[in-house]
């Protein structure tokens, strides 16, 4: 099955630098990549996700950026707020439709802390 | 609109008690699912479920069982609980239009 890898599992930034989290999977066939934002004690929530067909997906201060060839994935976050503090999950799925809800798999999550 | 919701949100149980997380959703979602979450391991599937009637196992599913009661049920069971089954549950369920999954607020089980 889909093995996702995600690094580093903490990461600690300034208010206003930029952060990044990577993530590398190990399916070929995978072509659906989401993020997910879990604040502490609250439930994760879909962030942002990009698909296999494009290479790069921006929201405002975050984007991610996917190499299919190499099979890595990024997150990036610019200009990071104290608010930006929370756990960060990626996840790789075969796609999105019934059939394939067991292929998402998820990354070990990083504790992004932004210091004020 | 609740979205997804999940009973109970705290539960310490004994070595050997059985019990039942319950969960809803009325989103008109075909797919659920049950996730632990422990730390430094994110988010493992237990049990998931394409539509209704159907049920399938995920990454970890020893320890426990499922029923989908219906389209918006959806319920986890551990019939004898034990210390490794303590954890975070997450129920989910996923739009097939984005892919998104929406979380309930989760259940934290302890078992002693």
């Known amino acids: 099955g889909e093995n996702v890898e995600q690094h580093p599992s903490t990461l600690s930034v300034q208010e206003g630098d930029s952060a990044v989290i990577k993530c590398t999977y190990s399916?070929?066939?995978?072509?659906?990549f989401p993020w997910y934002k879990q604040e502490l004690g609250k439930r994760p929530q879909l962030i942002i996700d990009?698909?296999?067909?494009?290479g790069e997906k921006k929201d405002q201060r975050i984007a991610v950026t996917l190499n299919k060839t190499a099979k890595h994935f990024s997150l990036h976050i610019t200009e990071t707020q104290p608010e930006d503090s929370a756990v960060y999950f990626c996840?790789?799925?075969?796609?999105?439709?019934?059939?394939?809800?067991?292929?998402?798999?998820f990354g070990s999550g990083t504790q992004l802390t932004v210091l004020p | 609109n609740a979205g997804v919701t999940q009973t109970p949100k705290f539960q310490v149980l004994k070595t050997g008690q059985s019990m039942t997380l319950q969960c809803a959703q009325d989103m008109n979602h075909n797919s659920m699912y049950w996730y632990r979450q422990d730390p430094g391991m994110g988010l493992r599937l237990i049990y998931y479920s394409a539509s209704e009637g159907t049920t399938d196992k995920g990454e970890v599913p020893n320890g426990y069982n499922v029923s989908r009661l219906n389209k918006r049920e959806f319920s986890l069971r551990l019939e004898s609980a034990a210390p490794s089954q303590t954890s975070v549950y997450f129920c989910a369920s996923k739009t097939e239009h984005t892919g998104e999954l929406f979380f309930g607020e989760g259940s934290r089980l302890t078992v002693l």
């Open positions: 399916d070929s066939a995978s072509n659906y």
């Open positions: 996840a790789a799925s075969l796609g999105i439709s019934s059939g394939s809800a067991r292929q998402l798999t």
């Open positions: 990009i698909r296999s067909n494009v």
